[in-house]
């Protein structure tokens, strides 16, 4: 089954034939957790990169921001078994879309968030795909945790 | 195998980010020293058994370079590995440092994967 992930949404799943993915990760950035022991997945798709830009709105839609995103995934994964020092860290996006000079540092600034998110967790990034000036897919297998990214016409897998 | 890492540099800060780096790797908190320059980390060379010296350039006192030059002339600190970190782009061609005994170099600004993959490339293992 496919779960998508919406603009500041999470979603995690155990189920060995679900693929979860997220799409036109731009200035936004979408991160990969994955337990290989566990076979827990999850992906977070946040806009912003603080709380503090407005605490409130991140009580509603926490997954909008990089640090309550990520703070909503983790419990989300650790809920299903999943342990932190197993976790495979793969993130994306970030992108400086062009046609908006606001996005542009947005993009900046989300890769930054996450970078510093993640040390402080004591994680380290498996696999990045940052930046750039296009939007991107991508895909996790839950059965596998390998990720694909799709991007401009092109395909990686992450 | 790597135990004992002498960290090197006068930045607090620095040091306080590859300490959390080397835990991250799994290397144990109580086994990672720290001195502000190279005069300060002979000294403890002397005083412990250290496996490994990550090592600023360029520091007040005693860089790192200078350090690695006395480690050489020592028979009992020869042997230690010297991996210099350094933000300074003309420091570096690794040909030269080689010659004057580095084993590795990690530019500065360094993220904490580009950081543990030099690491690991010069002790051929991390513990965790």
Same mark, same amino acid.
């Given at each position: ?23 036109? #990760? ?34 509603? &839609? ?20 999943? =342990?932190?020092? &197993? ?13 908006? #000079? ?5 993009? &900046?600034?989300? =890769? ?23 939007? &991107? ?22 | ?45 002397? @005083? ?38 350094? @933000? ?41």
């Amino acid at each position: 089954m496919t779960i998508t992930v919406n603009v500041s949404d999470v979603r995690t799943s155990k189920q060995l034939d679900d693929i979860i993915v997220t799409h036109s #990760l731009g200035s936004c950035v979408g991160v990969c957790l994955y337990d290989p022991v566990a076979n827990v997945a999850g992906m977070l798709h946040y806009q912003l990169p603080s709380a503090s830009i407005d605490a409130s709105k991140a009580a509603e &839609r926490p997954a909008m921001y990089a640090d309550t995103g990520m703070e909503l995934l983790m419990k989300e994964m650790f809920a299903q078994g999943a =342990q932190k020092q &197993r976790l495979k860290v793969i993130v994306a996006g970030g992108a400086s879309m062009m046609d908006d #000079l606001a996005s542009s540092s947005i993009g &900046r600034r989300n =890769q930054a968030a996450i970078r510093k998110i993640i040390f402080q967790q004591g994680l380290f990034i498996h696999t990045q795909d940052l930046g750039g000036t296009m939007p &991107r897919t991508v895909y996790l297998n839950v059965s596998t945790g390998e990720v694909t990214i799709k991007s401009g016409g092109t395909v990686k897998a992450a | 195998m790597i135990q004992n890492i002498l960290v090197v540099d006068d930045s607090e800060t620095t040091r306080a980010f590859v300490r959390r780096v080397l835990g991250m790797c799994g290397f144990e908190n109580d086994h990672i020293f720290e001195a502000g320059d190279g005069s300060a980390a002979l000294g403890i060379l002397s @005083a412990q058994p250290i496996d490994l010296v990550l090592a600023d350039l360029h520091m007040p006192g005693m860089g790192g370079l200078e350090m690695t030059r006395h480690m050489l002339i020592q028979p009992r600190l020869r042997e230690i590995p010297v991996v210099i970190i350094s @933000a300074d782009p003309n420091a570096v061609r690794m040909e030269d440092l080689r010659k004057q005994g580095v084993k590795g170099y990690i530019s500065k600004p360094f993220t904490p994967e580009a950081f543990r993959s030099t690491i690991t490339e010069i002790t051929g293992a991390i513990h965790a």
